[in-house]
């Protein structure tokens, strides 16, 4: 397989060029500029990700208001009445996921960058194909030439909807494996970072790698303004 970082041919089956030590999958490149890219097809019938997120919200927010009204009435009654409420909230959230889905085909395309300091979700315009990786209407530079890193610079300055989460600020780390997906956790953002079965691990660690060693230069750099 052809390193997309530095085109050396490496046999099949490594993982890592032998030359450059970038990563080799058939479904991750790394541009010119260091960074690797690759696009996730989630299907939304088959991974609910974006629904759990969803209802973690609505939970969160439900039982704060639960507590109040129950703290103040003091009824059984009022329990019941949320319990019914509740029962609702999911099924209406279960059928606007649904219709949310079908109006995205099914799916949601997102290309990925991601590099020694950040990681980068954006999310592809509707008619995006992952085969194609073609986007009719949007003057994108990068589908002409099948490079990932330029299709990503132009979605960016189309003002694609875009969450960056710089490994600095990360919190937390969090990875669900059967769900192909890593939050990337800072205070006030979560992002999610999927990646295919077969590179999830590289993925995986290499963001873990990465925001611990954010980590510890900015705690060395404590140490040292402390002296
Ligand atoms: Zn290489």
Partial sequence: ?????????????????????????????????????????????????????????????????????????????????????????????????????????????????????????????????KDKKLATGMGVVGALTGNLSLIGQSLYQSNAKSMTSVYKSVSKVKSVRRRNVIYVSETLNKNQIYAPSEDFDFVDDFIRTHVEEAKNQSKNKAKQNNK
């Fill in 1 to 129: 397989m052809n390193c997309s970082f530095c085109g050396k041919e490496n046999n099949e089956g490594i993982k890592f060029c032998e030359k450059c030590k970038s990563y080799l999958s058939p479904n991750i490149e790394r541009g010119k500029d260091r960074k690797y890219c690759w696009i996730y097809e989630l299907n939304l019938y088959k991974n609910f990700t974006v629904l759990y997120t969803v209802w973690l919200v609505l939970g969160i927010s439900f039982g704060l208001v639960l507590i109040v009204a129950f703290i103040a009435s003091k009824s059984v009654k009022v329990l019941i009445i949320f319990a019914l409420l509740f029962v609702a909230i999911v099924i209406i959230s279960i059928i606007a996921y649904l219709l949310y889905a079908a109006f995205h085909g099914g799916k949601y395309v997102i290309l990925f960058e991601m590099g020694p300091k950040e990681v980068v979700h954006i999310v592809a315009p509707k008619d995006f194909s």
